[in-house]
Nanobody, 122 residues
């Protein structure tokens, strides 16, 4: 069992930056691949980025590639999402998730956090 708690969301102007954190409970964090997803009002949850257990492999959605960076610190049981050059269309609730294998598909993830709101003003 893994419990995930996101933090770091907030209100930022277009062009600004935020860093999201996702803290995991338990001793098995390093055995899980981690992902970030987001959901805007009226839209389906979409993939943002994912990272393998040791951080060797990462995947990004095309719409965030070059602007967002996913990373993890297994010693701190935390995964991060550095978001730069934010756009109003990045506004959404951002969720972190854990899975046994790195994936871009939300349905494969077993564990989810409660989400953190990111709002980008124009």
């Amino acid at each position: 069992q893994v419990q995930l708690v996101e933090s770091g969301g907030g209100l930022v102007q277009a062009g600004g930056s935020l860093r999201l954190s996702c803290a995991a409970s338990g001793r098995t964090f390093s055995s899980y691949a981690m992902g970030w997803f987001r959901q805007a009002p009226g839209k389906e949850r979409e993939f943002v980025a994912s990272i393998s257990q040791r951080g060797v492999t990462t995947y990004y959605a095309e719409i965030v590639k070059g602007r967002f960076t996913i990373s993890r610190d297994n010693a701190k049981n935390t995964v991060y999402l550095q978001m730069n050059s934010l756009k109003p269309e990045d506004t959404a609730v951002y969720y972190c998730a854990g899975d046994r294998s790195v994936s871009v598909v939300a349905g494969t993830y077993d564990y989810w956090g409660q989400g953190t709101q990111v709002t980008v003003s124009s």
